[in-house]
């Protein structure tokens, strides 16, 4: 048989693909824009079934309704990596749950707990010599292949075909099913004066040369803007941005003086526009590994001068960030945020950063307004998951400025923190601090 009739045979409609999912079965789907949506879109539909179906994801990027119906709760159980909007509002159904992890072992760590009976993913579409892409994500995908008894596989056009641990060949892969749409994308939001002030911050800490991981949400993305006057930087990051791609046409990113993988930009997984999709197709210069390889600690510090920036919900005055949880709800996920930062402190002339607003407008429950509240408080709030240690916190960037916490004692750390909070909570915070005796 050719290839092409190796191929054939695989194919199966949407509803096939359903059918060999069968109660009790623990299922794992493919993170964030590579999540198959013809399957998850139509999961509910054999609600009537199967029962206690275990779904695990990550980042999912619709709101489908096989967990947002409640109806479907006997049917299906979801386990998230990492919160999404969907995930935070049907929390209170009781049939969604957040595992804690570390994104480098998350898949290890499950896949010890439970067999995964379905894996369920995306790829591009196969070349002449049999192979496939997954394309935007070699998180924990590939693992969890080698693990699953069956892995079906959305197979489509508009998926870039990535270069790295997401080329796999179609002799592992058991059922295809052939889709077009187009892929989701994440909406870049234009950099606020506040982004931009912490940007520039940023900015004096990263030196020529130097490898660079922006973690997720609004102000990692805004800083990528402020390193424009750079030179040979280079990425080895959990999560490839638009940001990198304005950074590496302007000819900031070489990856010249990288000193693990140079001459490649290295990811797990990539989320943005169809500007970074169409970047990334078949373009050899990005890599797309697995993220227990990229995401270990001891691997991000064979980078010289290795830079972490990753973002906060919140820090206390010793340092200790809440990034993943709104007091004790779940609210995101650690993701890599631990594994970055360690890595980065592992690196030769390594730097580990946080940088957040001093302040957030959040709702005030019950009702519509908003107040504004400290980000850098005494305590964190009653429940607040601790995210990031304070030992693995370096530098502390807001819109009034850096604190340097690497080797300083809590005193120290506490002077400097409230240095660079609003100054209208400054006051109260050194009476906090006071009181706590840690000033
Ligand atoms: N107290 C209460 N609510 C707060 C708050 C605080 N101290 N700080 C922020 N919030 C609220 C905001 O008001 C906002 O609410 P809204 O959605 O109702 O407007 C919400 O939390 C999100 O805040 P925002 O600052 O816009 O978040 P973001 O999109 O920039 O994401 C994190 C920030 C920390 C949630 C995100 O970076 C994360 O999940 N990090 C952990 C994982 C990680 O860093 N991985 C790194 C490798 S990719």
């Not at 009537?48 to 990027?61: G, W, Y």
């Not at 429950?365 to 408080?377: A, F, L, Q, T």
Request: charged share 25%.
């Amino acid at each position: 048989m050719n290839i092409k009739e190796i191929y054939n045979n695989k194919l199966i409609t949407v509803e096939e693909g359903l059918n060999k999912i069968k109660s009790n079965y623990n299922v794992i789907s493919a993170l964030a824009a590579a999540e198959p949506r013809e399957l998850l879109s139509k999961l509910h539909t054999i609600s009537d079934r199967v029962e206690n179906v275990n779904v695990v994801t990550c980042l999912p990027m619709g709101a489908y309704e096989y967990f947002t119906d409640p109806q479907n709760k006997d049917s299906f159980l979801m386990e998230g990596w990492f919160y999404s909007p969907a995930i935070r509002k049907t929390h209170k159904n009781k049939n969604v749950s957040f595992i804690p992890n570390h994104l480098h072992l998350a898949a290890t760590k499950r896949l010890d707990h439970r067999k995964t009976n379905v894996f369920v993913g995306t790829a591009s579409c196969m070349d002449k010599h049999g192979y496939i892409s997954l394309s935007l994500s070699a998180t924990y995908e590939r693992e969890v292949i080698d693990d699953a008894d069956i892995v079906i596989l959305e197979v489509n056009p508009n998926m870039p075909r990535t270069f790295g641990d997401t080329i796999i060949h179609i002799s592992e892969v058991d059922h295809v099913i052939e889709t077009d749409y187009s892929i989701p994308e994440f909406p870049v939001t234009e950099p606020s004066e506040k982004d931009k002030i912490i940007g520039k911050y940023i900015a004096e800490l990263v030196e020529d040369g130097s490898t660079i991981q922006l973690g997720i949400g609004g102000i990692p993305n805004a800083v990528a803007a402020e390193l424009m006057s750079k030179k040979d930087l280079g990425i080895h990051t959990e999560m490839f941005t638009d940001g990198m791609v304005d950074l590496y046409e302007a000819g900031v990113i070489t990856s010249k003086k990288k000193t693990l993988m140079p001459g490649k930009m290295v990811a797990t997984f990539a989320l943005g526009t169809k500007k970074l999709y169409d970047f990334i197709d078949n373009n050899p210069a990005v890599n797309i590994m697995n993220g227990k390889w990229v995401n270990d600690p001891y691997v991000i510090g064979q980078n010289y001068k290795m830079i972490s920036i990753n973002t906060t919900l919140q820090i206390d005055l010793t340092g200790q960030c809440c990034s993943e949880s709104i007091g004790h709800k779940q609210f995101s996920g650690t993701g890599g945020q631990a594994d970055t930062a360690i890595g980065a402190q592992n690196s030769q002339g390594g730097k580990s950063i946080i940088a957040l607003y001093s302040t957030a407008k959040i709702r005030v429950p019950g009702s519509e307004e908003r107040k504004v509240v400290s980000k850098i408080v005494p305590r964190l709030d009653h429940g607040a998951i601790v995210s990031l240690s304070r030992n693995d916190v370096d530098y502390v960037v807001t819109e009034y400025g850096v604190a340097e916490l690497r080797g300083t004692s809590v005193r120290d750390r506490v002077e400097r923190l409230i240095n660079i909070a609003h100054p209208d909570f400054r006051e109260q915070l050194k009476k906090n601090a006071e009181e706590l005796m840690i000033w």
